[in-house]
C-alpha cells in the first residue's frame, strides 16, 4: 500500500461528524480497478442517521453514493478511460477506488450532483423489479422523504396510477410540484381508493402507515417494507396488523433492496448496478428530476449537515456534499471540475 493523505467524513461520537485528514491506497492499481477523486456525495438520511450518525460505534466512516472523475484505470479496463465520470458506491471521502464491475459511467453531460441521486433512486427500484403489479395498477407511496419522492417518480414515470401521502405538507408541496397527487395520510376511509390499491410501497418505516397499508391494498396487493423500521414509532397491537393481512390475503414483505444481486446473473431478473445504469439513464433524459429537491454543501460543513437532517431543518429533501468547494481544495486542483446545480 503507498498512503496518501485525503479527506474523509468521519462520525466521531454520537451526532458528531468531522472531516478529518484519511489514508488512502494510492499505490499501482490492479487491472480491473479505477480512481479518482470525488466530485460528490450524497447523504443517506434514513440508513445514515440512524446507523452512523446516532448509531453505538464510533468512529465510523458513512456514504454509499459517489460520483467522481476517473483519474486512472487498470490494464484491463477498456471501456472507461482518463477524464470520464462515474458513479459508485463510495463513501464520504475525496479520493474513490474501485473494481470496474462496481462503477456506472454517467452519461454525458448529466451534472455529478444529480448523477449521484442514482444510488437512492435504486433503493425503489429493487421493488419495481420484484413487484407483481403492473401498470397501469394504483400504487400507493407511503412517506414522502427523498427515497419515497424518488419512488413516486419512477412508478408514475412507468405508467402506475400513483397516489403519495405524508403529514408533512411542506413535503406534499414538493411532491405536487412535481405532479404528484399527494394526500396527508393514508386513504383508508376513501372508499374510491381503499380496497382499490394494487402495492403499498412504504417509505416511512412508521408501524402505522404499514397497518393502513394493509387496509387499503386490494385482497393479495402487497405492501412492501421499504423505509425500515429503525425504531417503535407507535403503540399498536400486532393483532390489528395480522388481522388485516389474513383477511385481506395481503402480501407483506421485506423491501430490502439487496434482493436482486449486485450484477446481472442468470436466471435472475434485475441487479443493482443494472438499477443504477437505468437510473442515471433516466436522470439524463430527465424522466426523473432532483432539481429542486437538494441543496449543495462544503465536506467541511458536514456536522450542520447532519444536525439540520436529523432535526428535520433542512430547506430540502436531501444534501449534497460538493468535493470541488473550497473544503477540498487539493482536489479542485487536482480535477478543475466545478459542479452546477
Excluded at 472523475?69 to 477524464?83: F, N, Q
Excluded at 454517467?106 to 429493487?126: E, H, Q, T, W
Excluded at 447532519?306 to 487536482?334: C, G, M
Amino acid at each position: 500500500m503507498t498512503p496518501r493523505t485525503e479527506h474523509g467524513i468521519v462520525i466521531t461520537a454520537p451526532e458528531k461528524a468531522e472531516l478529518q485528514p484519511i489514508d488512502v491506497d494510492t499505490g499501482p492499481l490492479g487491472p480491473k480497478e479505477v480512481a479518482g477523486h470525488t466530485l460528490a456525495t450524497v447523504i443517506s438520511a434514513g440508513t445514515e442517521l440512524a446507523w452512523n450518525y446516532t448509531g453505538k460505534q464510533f468512529p465510523t466512516r458513512p456514504g454509499y453514493a459517489a460520483v467522481f472523475r476517473v483519474e486512472a484505470a487498470g490494464a484491463e479496463v477498456t471501456d472507461v478511460k482518463t477524464g470520464d465520470v462515474v458513479f459508485c458506491m463510495g463513501r464520504h471521502q475525496s479520493y474513490q477506488r474501485m473494481t470496474r464491475p462496481n462503477v456506472v459511467p454517467v452519461p454525458k453531460g448529466l451534472s455529478p450532483d444529480v448523477a449521484v441521486f442514482a444510488r437512492m433512486m435504486g433503493i425503489s427500484m429493487s421493488t419495481l423489479t420484484t413487484t407483481t403489479a403492473r401498470p397501469p395498477g394504483k400504487v400507493l407511496v407511503t412517506g414522502l422523504g427523498l427515497v419515497g419522492h424518488l419512488a413516486a417518480q419512477i412508478f408514475a414515470g412507468c405508467g402506475y396510477d400513483v397516489i403519495a401521502c405524508d403529514p408533512i405538507a411542506a413535503r406534499r408541496e414538493i411532491a405536487e410540484r412535481m405532479g404528484l397527487r399527494a394526500l396527508p395520510a393514508v386513504p383508508v376511509d376513501d372508499a374510491t381508493l381503499a380496497g382499490q390499491i394494487d402495492l403499498v410501497v412504504e417509505c416511512s418505516g412508521h408501524e402505522q402507515a404499514v397497518l393502513d397499508g394493509c387496509k387499503v391494498v386490494r385482497k393479495r396487493g402487497e405492501v412492501v417494507l421499504v423505509g425500515v423500521p429503525w425504531r417503535r414509532m407507535a403503540d399498536m397491537q400486532a393483532f390489528d396488523l395480522l388481522h388485516a393481512v389474513f383477511h385481506k390475503y395481503v402480501v407483506l414483505r421485506s423491501g430490502w433492496e439487496w434482493e436482486v444481486p449486485h450484477q446481472p446473473t442468470d436466471f435472475v431478473t434485475g441487479s443493482l448496478f443494472g438499477q443504477y445504469a437505468g437510473a442515471l439513464r433516466w436522470l439524463g433524459e430527465g424522466r426523473v428530476k432532483v432539481e429542486g429537491l437538494y441543496q449543495k454543501t462544503p465536506p467541511r460543513d458536514c456536522q450542520k449537515a447532519y444536525q439540520s437532517l436529523l432535526h428535520k431543518t433542512a430547506e430540502k429533501l436531501a444534501i449534497v456534499f460538493d468535493w470541488t468547494q473550497p473544503s477540498a481544495e487539493e482536489s479542485v486542483k487536482r480535477t478543475g471540475f466545478t459542479l452546477s446545480c
